[in-house]
Antibody, heavy 120, light 111 residues
């Protein structure tokens, strides 16, 4: 059974850097796109970007362009989302999700979510 | 503002049927049969309920069905149960550089 396990909750100060992770198991990690989705407190889902671990092809939502970096390590079957300088407005739950191979908007496996709190 | 438009809330009684609409444009919902629906209970990760407009993943109840007409997709839940109370989100592939668009979400209340 495919599974995505995310790193634990983080509490950071504005201006600090952060890298959260999403480890895949139970399937061939390099064959599926992995997306990152933001959910601010009490708000809806926002698609941030997506990476194909097989060749690290990465696409970003124009709404978020430049605010963070998505990467993946094939050797550990892990995808990452990182910020170089966090802002209070980055406070949110962040989910990673696996996209089905042929259904281009279908994310069939989700991580449990990582809560990021940015506060001075 | 979300790319896809959903009603903020819908409600129904146990046993009834409800529908949730998801309106996009000719660049997303209207252009592709790549519409998905997700269910999210409070404090939980979203769960895929429908993909490619009307297909159900293994394990999803056949009380959930999807359809599309023009730029609007619809999720129908028949035989409402209390455990169906949750937030529902639609998503669509889009030809824009965004690649994927989400709806703003609909809160389903089972009265």
């Amino acid at each position: 059974e495919a599974q995505l396990v995310q790193s634990g909750a983080e509490v950071k100060k504005p201006g600090e850097s952060l890298k959260i992770s999403c480890k895949g198991s139970g399937y061939t990690f390099t064959n599926y796109w992995i997306a990152w989705v933001r959910q601010m407190p009490g708000k809806g889902l926002e698609w941030m970007g997506i990476i194909y671990p097989g060749d690290s092809d990465t696409r970003y939502s124009p709404s978020f362009q430049g605010q963070f970096t998505i990467s993946a390590d094939k050797s550990t079957s892990t995808a990452y989302l990182q910020w170089s300088s966090l802002k209070a407005s980055d406070t949110a739950f962040y989910y990673c999700a696996r996209r089905q191979q042929l259904a281009l908007s279908a994310f069939d496996t989700w991580g449990q979510g990582t809560m990021v709190t940015v506060s001075s | 503002q979300s790319a896809l438009t959903q009603p903020a809330s819908v409600s129904g009684s146990p046993g009834q049927s409800i529908t949730i609409s998801c309106t996009g444009t000719s660049s997303d919902v209207g252009a592709y049969n790549y519409v998905s629906w997700y269910q999210q209970h409070p404090g939980k990760a979203p769960k895929l309920m429908i993909y490619d407009v009307s297909n159900r993943p293994s394990g999803v109840s056949n009380r959930f069905s999807g359809s599309k007409s023009g730029n609007t997709a619809t999720l129908t839940i028949s035989g409402l149960q209390t455990e169906d109370e949750a937030d529902y989100y639609c998503s669509s592939y889009t030809s824009s550089s965004t690649l994927v668009a989400f709806g703003g979400g609909t809160k389903l209340t089972v009265l």
